[in-house]
Each structure stands twice: as structure tokens, then as C-alpha cells.
């Protein structure tokens, strides 16, 4: 029966690893992969994370399941760290789900048989990953303008044009900040302007998060999407911990979906029950044990915040010295962008030729990892940039 199978073309990024783990040069630069490296090229452990871990150990007394909602005290924590006060929790349906992409389709999964008909709208570039799983959930897809790689602008303007097509009911696929692989962010007053197109529209908002607190601090990076949070009648956000928390194995986001009225929460809290039932059935424990014992704790969480911020001043840091250093190959564009990636005006031979002459490993995209550099290897990876120029 198998016999039958087609052949599946390799994942590009799962290949672009595994080349970098062959290639014995030792001087090669790996900036696919999407995890944070401190200065020595390792992705820490976050001091909070096993201070938490260890009071786990040694009080945490079942492993029974949690249910299919998971956590609800890890959710409504960080329900209130990214809503704030922006809207009253009994409006706000949530469910833990496995990692940010989980919560994605079980996004999906809740706006299809809400509404059957309808389409989502999303920015280009965005994530590999998107486009299968709203398709795999069966949603039909229209792609808009967002970012000009060649230009290195945002185009906003050509993406509200496009979201005029789009009818009452449609969704919107919209990036927290950091979220975007070319690196750049909505202004407040972008926001705003989406913000009362999709009012105008009647367009419901799917943000997706998982960097905040890595472009210009907590409650910056929030204060965007919270004017969506405020303004809207309901939206949905899907949330990851794996990058501001460093616990990317662990697979830990949340799903939170703001209604018109306690009711309709209800309704919308039993369906995602019912979606993560004949899906997965419940998710996994550890990584919200972690994050609700951080978030509960004010010792923990003061702990997290220095952490979270000395990575913060590291991408940025890194980002000004690319800026700075690398003016004539055009990459002033870096120090005005945010968080881990940014997108490159290169070509897919210039990118095959970086990997193949240079040992310097990028997406095909040309996206790369800020947190891939370090103080040392800047100079190595603009010499092998203008050896392409």
C-alpha cells in the first residue's frame, strides 16, 4: 500500500541543516535555523527556565492529563501579559496548544467551521509554514503585498488596497512584531490604519506572535496589536513561548480568541475543545508548567525580563554593526528592522554561492538569522557578502 506514496520533495530549511552538520569547514556560519545564540553560538537554557524547572522537580506531584485545553492557569497568564487590560477576559475564549504553528491550526481549524465560505488574506514574504497549514485546514487563501525585499520597504499602502477585495468575514493573517522574516514592523500608526480598514470591512484579525519582547521591549512590542485587541469586536491571537522563554522543544503556545459576549466565549471555548480533541486530543505539560511558574512568580518573572532584555540588546546590537559596517552593501535597512530575522536582497545564486564558496547558510529566501552572528564572525560574513556583490 505504501508502494503507492509520492515521493516527498525535502523540506528546504531540514536540508539546509543538515548540509551545515556535514560541512567541515570551520569557519561556516549557520544563519537558517531560527533559534536564539548567545556570543559562544549556543542557545541557552534561560536561568528563570531551570529556576522553574527545579521547583517543578521538586513539587510537582501527578502527570495525570490536563485536559484538552491544557494549562488554564499558564493561559490566563499569559492571556493578561499580552491583552493587558485591553479587553474583559470573560470575552476572551483560550486553549493551550502545542507551539505557535499548533495554535495556527487549531486558528484554522475554529475559522473554517465558523465560517465555511470564507477566505484569509496574508502578507508576502511570510512564514514557510503558513500557506500549508491554512490550506491543509481546507481555507482558501489570497496573498497581498507586504514587504519589497528589492526596496527593503514596507507596502502598506498596496496591502490596504488588496484587503479592499476582500469581503465582511474574511480573515486576516497579521504578524506580530518581530514576526515577519524580512524584520519589519507596523508603526502605531500602520496598526491603526489596518485596524479601521478591517473595522470598516468587517475582517476578523488572526495576529501571530511569538517574538515580543525582542524588538524594542515588552510593552512596545505589544502596544500594536493591543490597539487591535482594544478596537476590534473579535479577533483571534495565537501565541508562542518558545522564542521570549528560549523553550523551543517544548512545543508551548496558546490560542485566545476575543468575542462580542460571554455566550459567545463559551461557544468558541467548547469548539476549540472539540478541535484539539479529534486533533491532537490534549497537549503537552512541561513548557506551560514552566511559563505559569515564571509568570506567577515576581522573582521569576523580574529574572525572565533581564534575560529577555540582554537578548533584546544583543539582536540590536548586532543589528547596528550590520548597519554600520555593511552601508555599502545596502544593509542600513537591518538597524531600523527588529528581532531575529531579516531578509536580504540576494538572489538564489548569490545565496547558493554564500553557502558553496563561503560556508554562510541562509534560506534560500535570502532570510537570515541576526542571532546566527556573533562580534567575530560580522566581518566574515560581510567579506563573503561583497565577494557575491
Known amino acids: 500500500m505504501f508502494e503507492s506514496l509520492a515521493a516527498e520533495a525535502p523540506d528546504p530549511l531540514l536540508a539546509l541543516i543538515a548540509a551545515y552538520r556535514e560541512d567541515p569547514r570551520p569557519d561556516k556560519i549557520d544563519l537558517g535555523v531560527g533559534v536564539y545564540r548567545n556570543a559562544n553560538g549556543d542557545t541557552p537554557i534561560m536561568q528563570a527556565v531551570k529556576a522553574a524547572e527545579q521547583t517543578l522537580w521538586q513539587t510537582q506531584t501527578t502527570k495525570a492529563y490536563l485536559g484538552a485545553h491544557g494549562d488554564i492557569e499558564y493561559s490566563a497568564a499569559v492571556r493578561d501579559m499580552v491583552f493587558s487590560d485591553t479587553v474583559d477576559p470573560a470575552l476572551i475564549?483560550?486553549?493551550?496548544t502545542p507551539g505557535g504553528t499548533g495554535g495556527l491550526r487549531i486558528a484554522a481549524d475554529l475559522y473554517k467551521v465558523t465560517c465555511p465560505e470564507g477566505k484569509i488574506w496574508v502578507g508576502l514574504p511570510t512564514w514557510p509554514n503558513h500557506l500549508p497549514v491554512f490550506s491543509a485546514a481546507g481555507l482558501s487563501i489570497r496573498e497581498l503585498p507586504y514587504f519589497d525585499v528589492a526596496s527593503q520597504g514596507l507596502q502598506l499602502d498596496a496591502m490596504i488596497d488588496g484587503l479592499r477585495e476582500a469581503r465582511a468575514g474574511d480573515a486576516v493573517l497579521l504578524h506580530g512584531c518581530c514576526h515577519n522574516p524580512t524584520g519589519a514592523d507596523l508603526s502605531l500608526e500602520q496598526w491603526r490604519r489596518i485596524g479601521e480598514l478591517?473595522?470598516?470591512?468587517?475582517?476578523l484579525p488572526i495576529i501571530d506572535m511569538a517574538y515580543y519582547g525582542l524588538g524594542q521591549g515588552l510593552e512596545e512590542d505589544?502596544?500594536?496589536?493591543?490597539?487591535l485587541m482594544a478596537s476590534m469586536p473579535e479577533l483571534i491571537v495565537v501565541s508562542s513561548c518558545s522564542k521570549n522563554f528560549g523553550i523551543y522543544?517544548?512545543?508551548?503556545g496558546s490560542?485566545?480568541?476575543?468575542?462580542?459576549?460571554?455566550?459567545?466565549?463559551?461557544?468558541?471555548?467548547?469548539?476549540?475543545?472539540?478541535?484539539?480533541r479529534r486533533s491532537y486530543s490534549m497537549p503537552p505539560d512541561h513548557g506551560a508548567a514552566v511559563v505559569r511558574s515564571i509568570l506567577h512568580s515576581p522573582d521569576l518573572r523580574r529574572i525572565w525580563r533581564e534575560e529577555l532584555d540582554a537578548m533584546r540588546d544583543d539582536l540590536n546590537g548586532l543589528r547596528q554593526r550590520l548597519a554600520t559596517e555593511g552601508s555599502d552593501l545596502g544593509l542600513e535597512a537591518v538597524g531600523a528592522q527588529f528581532g531575529m530575522f531579516s531578509t536580504l536582497r540576494l538572489s538564489p545564486e548569490q545565496v547558493r554561492t554564500l553557502r558553496e564558496a563561503h560556508g554562510v547558510y541562509m534560506a534560500g529566501s535570502g532570510r537570515i538569522n541576526i542571532a546566527g552572528l556573533n562580534e567575530e564572525t560580522v566581518p566574515l560574513f560581510l567579506q563573503a557578502l561583497r565577494a557575491v556583490h
Open 222 to 227: 505589544l502596544a500594536g496589536a493591543r490597539l
Open 93 to 96: 475564549a483560550m486553549m493551550q
Open 255 to 276: 490560542i485566545f480568541a476575543k468575542t462580542r459576549s460571554p455566550e459567545a466565549a463559551a461557544k468558541v471555548h467548547a469548539t476549540l475543545g472539540s478541535i484539539s
Open 198 to 203: 478591517l473595522a470598516e470591512r468587517e475582517l
Open 249 to 252: 522543544r517544548d512545543r508551548l
